[in-house]
């Protein structure tokens, strides 16, 4: 707090992850490496319905984060989701309610884009999910 301004326009390196497809689990993290020996570990439904928020948690090993947020990105749309801080519960332990917007798609497939912010750098990991509508009829 001393210097917001110099704080907001540091320089930051930008990692990016891959993304990471059929790995997500509401009961088992889905972990990927950020730099070595430094880990990410996020669960969350591998399907969610687009009427229900749903809970999203990230576990931060190896690398003091100053803020951690996720933003739903459609795969083949954008629905111009904005990004959700996620809520530091423990030490490197954050969550937050997922929740995404309807589209006239039954079933639509997403990303999850995991932002990690630290002092000099920024992780970037994304974890593919799909969502269903199950509002009416199915015909």
């Known amino acids: 707090n001393e210097n ?5 326009f540091a320089e930051r390196n930008t990692k990016v992850i891959h993304s990471v497809s059929n790995c997500l689990n509401p009961y088992q993290p889905c972990t990927v490496e ?20 749903f809970d999203v948690s990230a576990k931060i090993t190896g690398v003091e984060a100053e803020q951690v947020t996720v933003t739903f990105n459609g795969v083949t749309h954008s629905h111009g989701l904005l990004p959700q ?9 954050y969550q937050v309610k997922g929740r995404l917007s309807f589209c006239g798609y039954k079933k639509m497939d997403w990303l999850a884009l995991v932002t990690v912010y630290t002092e000099r750098t920024v992780y970037e990991a994304s974890f593919t999910f799909e969502s269903i509508d199950s509002r009416g009829d199915d015909a």
Not at 37 to 51: C, D, F, I, T, Y
């Open 34 to 53: 950020l730099d070595d020996g430094r880990e990410l570990s996020v669960m969350m439904p591998a399907l969610v319905s687009v009427a229900d928020d």
């Open 4 to 8: 917001i301004a110099e704080y907001f």
């Open 85 to 93: 801080t996620m809520k530091e519960i423990e030490p490197n332990n």
